[in-house]
């Protein structure tokens, strides 16, 4: 399982959907070994690349001049202080926000000017750091909201449940009880979502975003918040839906062992600006890092 707008957005929209519907399946093969995919990774043209992105609100510069390329597969993780810029990265390749200057390219086509709806129908789907499931929704029918992208039946075939609308909906609930399990959730399925432990909470956001079958998937801070137990939980869930679902993340996160344990590659901002990228421990052992971020004694 790979599981007001103006003129300009609008054309946007209708690219994207074309596109989606055009996407190749891209499905690796099964025997494939770490090595092997770590080759083809840096073979294959990266499914992200962000060029130049400079932010704006007012006199504050949110980002400067940010460029990175996410490789398809890998587990990407933007680390920095707080205020560093890493939600406005996140905000911006998603297409919440539009970026002041600078490139998009998802799946090597210019994407900058998409509307967060076109940025979905691609494939890019993301988690906030804040909570934002469904009050007195099912874990069920929350992780079902992320396949809307899916459906295609119309209004009136979708009510009276006919011919394809029947069938759209057996397989969209198909799906999702693939995703409860393998999250490990399915004994909270008919759970309302807001009455289960944080960490089960956050574990049921991922499934909505991973509902939606993303070739890029971004994760802001998932593990804030939680205790020993859920952050093991929770990381295990990452790396699963890496490499079993195939899934390619951008990950943000403070915890620093996490990230060193299961990133392939580490961009570290600072004041809105990239002051390293690479692997995991070369960026530990940056200087400038160390200086900025993970202070001396790291």
Known sequence: MRPGSTSADEEADSDAE???DNAPA?????GESRDAISVRRHSEPPILRTEAISLSFGGVRALIDVGFDVLTGEILSIIGPNGAGKTSMANVISGLYRPTSGRIFFKGRDRTAFSPQAVAALGIARTFQNLALFRGLTVIENIL????LHMRSGLFAGGIHWGTAR????????RVEEIIEFLNLTEFRGRAADTLPYGL???????????AEPG?????EPMAGMNRQEK?????VVVDA????ETTIILIEHDMSVVMDISDRVVVLDHGEKIAEGDAETVRQDETVIGAYLGQEA
């Open 145 to 148: 909201v992320g396949r809307h």
């Open 201 to 211: 909470q956050k574990r049921v956001e991922l499934g909505r975003s991973l509902a």
């Open 167 to 174: 069938r759209e909906e057996l397989e969209n609930r198909r």
């Open 26 to 30: 891209g499905e690796a093969d099964a």
């Open 242 to 245: 890496n490499v079993d679902l």
């Open 232 to 236: 093991e939980d929770m990381v295990r």
């Open 18 to 20: 074309r596109s989606l």
């Open 216 to 220: 890029l998937l971004i994760l802001d």
